[in-house]
C-alpha cells in the first residue's frame, strides 16, 4: 500500500504514505507536520515532544478487529484531568480506517459512523441514552481533552486543535460509541470495547525489562 | 512494515530517579508515563506526576500510623499468565453502625495489559478489573454480560491512606459510594464520585496463589470468616449431592418397583398349631418343604391368638439336604385394656420375619415355642413364604442417601446466612426468604 515516497519539504527526508487517503503525516527525521495536498507537502508546524508514554502500540504495529486486520497508521494524543489518551489511526485490510483507542490500558475501535441528528456539545449528560445502528448507549464520560499531539498519519488536517470535548457510551453488550466535538459538526464513532488479547497485536513496543 | 519507512524511536522506558518536591526522598516511578499521582513514602506528600517540578498536592497524616504492605511495591509476579508489578497501594475505609471497617487495594501494572487490583480484606482477597460493558442495574440486582449479580451491600469508602502511583488523581479522605452486587465467587462493584460510576468486576482468588504468584515469604494469612463473594466450596456440592440423590433415589425406587413387580410371594408352607404353655417338650419340626427358583429372602409369618399374653418361639431354618441352619427367634406379644383415657392396645398378634438370601432347596423349621406356665393354651399358624418385597431395606437406603445431603445443605444454608449477615439484606432464618 505504500505510496510513492515525497520529500519533507522541511529536511528533504522521504515521505513514504502508507494509506492512500492520508491527509497529513509527521515526519519522523524532524516532527513537522506535513500536509498533503494535490501536488505537494506543506510544513504546516512541528510536533512538540511528545510526553512520555507507555503505550505498547507503536506505528506500524498491527492486529485484527473483527476479522479484519489492521495496521496502526498514526495517533493523535489527548490530554484530560485524569491522565492521557491515545487515539490510534489505524487502517484495515479491506480498506477504510478506523480509531483504537487506549486509555490507561482500556481499548476500543471504533469507525466513524453517519447519523443525524446529533446532540449538540454541552447538551448531553451522563446516563443519558441514544440509539444508533439498532444498539441503545449510555452516557457514560464526558471529557474536556487538550490536544497534546499528533504522530504518523492521519485522515484528516488535525494540528492547531486546542481542545475538544469527547463523549464516551457504552452498551451492556460491550459495545463502545464516541461522540467526538473538535469540529463544528459533531462526529459520531461506533465500535466495541476490545480486551488487549482479542486484538492480537503484533510489533508491539518492547519495554527493557518486561517479557 | 515497509521497507524505507524509518521506524519510529519507541521511546525507552525513562527509570526516572525523582524525589519528593517535599522531602527530597528518592521517588521510584514504575507505570512510565501513566502515572498521575506519585505519594512518597517517607513524608505521605500527594505529588502531581504530570508536573516536571512534581507539584504538591496535598500531604495526609496516616491516622493509624504507617500500614503494612502485605505485597511490597516493587513486586513481580506472573498473575492470570501476564507479569505484572505492585505499583501503588491504597486503604478505603467505610463505616457500618460507627465501626470502621478498612480494606487494602493492591495496584498491579503491566505495560501491555494495564492495571489490575488485588483488595485484601481480613484475609480475603479479590482479583479485580475495570469492566468493558455496561452493567445494567434493575432493582436490587445487576446484570453483566449475561450474569445477575444480587445487590450485596451499598457504602461510602473513604480512602484513607495512599502509597505509590496512580493513573489518577488520589486524594486522601475523598468519598466514593460503593455498590457491590455478588455472584460468588464474582462480586460486580460500582464506584460513583461527581455523578461518574466505574465499574469493576472481582474475583475470589486465594491468598496463597497470590504468595506463589508474587514469590512472597511466609504464608498468606488465613482468612477470617465469610467474606461477601467467598464462593462456598459446599454449595457446589450441595447442588450435586442433591443430583447424585435425585438419581440413585430414582434407581433405588425403580429396583424397588422391580422387586414389587417380579416377586414371586410364593407360599411354600402353612401349619396351624396349639402349644400348651404347660407342657415339658414343646419342640417339634415341621414337614419338608421346598424352596424353588433363585436364591431369594424368605419370610415367616407368625399369627399367635394372644391376648394379653406372649409367645416366644425360637425358630430354626434347616437345610434338610446339607443340615444349615438359621436361627432366630420371634415374640408375639399383644396387649390390650381399658383405662381412664379409654381403650388401650400394646403389640400385635402378627409377626413377620425375614430371612434374606436363602438358597433353593429342600428345607423343615424347627419350632420351639415358649410362654408364661400359669397362661392357656396358645393357637398360632406359621406361614413360610418365599421371594417377598421388602419395603425396609429400601427406606433404610433411601435415609443413608438422604441425611448426607441434608447435612451438606444444612451447612450451605448456614454458610449463606454468614455471608449475607454482614450485607444490607441479612437474612433473618430459615424460610423468611430473601
Redesign the interface.
Known sequence: MTQAAALCPSCGGPIQFRWSSSVQTTCPYCKSILIRTDVKLERVGVVSDLPPDSSPIQLGTSGVYENRAFTVGGRIIYDYDEGSWNEWHIMLSQGGSAWLSDAQSQYAVTLAFNATPLPPVGAVQLGERFTWSKTEYTVTAITEARYRGVEGELPFEYWDKQSATFVDLRSPGADFATLDYSDENPVLYLGRAVDFDDLRLKNLRTFEGWS | ??A?????P?????IKTLSCSNCGAPLEVR????A?SIVCGHCHSILDA?DSRLRILERFEAATGEETLLIPLGSRGKWRGV?YEVIGFQVRTMEADGVPYSWREYLLF??????RYLTEYNGHWNDCS?V?????VRGRAA???GKTYRHYQTCVARTTYVLGEF???VSVNDAVEVTDYIAPPYVLSSETAD???TWTLGEYVHGADIWRAFGLPGRAPAPIGIYENQPSALRQSSGRIWVSFLALGTALFVIFILNEVFAQQEQVFREFYRFSPSSTEASFVTPVFELKGRTSDVEVQTDADVTNQWIYLNYALINDDTGQAYDFGREVTFYQGVDSDGHWQEGSQHDRAVLPSIPAGHYYLRVEPESDPKLGTIGYSVTVTRDVPVLRIYLLAFVALLVPALLISWRTYNFEQMRWAQSDHPRRSIGSGE
Open positions: 512494515m515497509s524505507g519507512t524509518p521506524q519510529v519507541p521511546g525507552e522506558p525513562q507505570s512510565m508515563g501513566r498521575v504530570r507479569v503491566s505495560p501491555y495489559k494495564g492495571f475495570v468493558t460493558a455496561l452493567p445494567e446484570k453483566y454480560l493513573p489518577w488523581q455523578n461518574e460510576t
